[in-house]
């Protein structure tokens, strides 16, 4: 059974850091572009960063660009969100997924499997 969990989201003052931690069970996703997306009550999911399969390639939504970074740990099965100087507008659920493909893709239709999230509530 494939199981995605979260972790690291929490209450944090504005221009603090967090890392999240999305591990992944079940099956490798070694082959697997992956996403982090987050909902603000309200408001839509949006997608904050994602990388493909290997790494090497990443992107992020221009609202994060400079703060966050995505990696992942093909070994440990695990991708990471490093977010920095986070900001009031950054609170929102956080979600951690995995792409049907091996390439970067940006909206919720693209990805297969989805984690239940973690809080992340950042503080004026």
């Known amino acids: 059974q494939v199981q995605l969990v979260e972790s690291g989201g929490r209450l944090v003052q504005a221009g603090g850091s967090l890392r999240l931690t999305c591990a992944a069970s079940?099956?490798?996703?070694?082959?697997?572009?992956m996403g982090w997306f987050r909902q603000a009550p309200g408001k839509e999911r949006e997608l904050v960063a994602a990388?493909?399969?290997?790494?090497?390639?990443?992107m992020y939504a221009d609202s994060v660009k400079g703060r966050f970074t995505i990696s992942r740990n093909n070994a440990r099965n695990t991708v990471y969100l490093q977010m920095n100087s986070l900001k009031p507008e950054d609170t929102a659920v956080y979600y951690c997924?995995?792409?049907?493909?091996?390439?970067?893709?940006?909206?919720?239709?693209?990805?297969?499997?989805w984690g239940k999230g973690t809080l992340v509530t950042v503080s004026s």
């Open positions: 079940g099956r490798s996703f070694n082959s697997n572009a």
């Open positions: 990388i493909n399969y290997s790494g090497a390639i990443t």
């Open positions: 997924a995995v792409a049907f493909g091996r390439v970067v893709v940006t909206t919720t239709d693209d990805y297969r499997y």
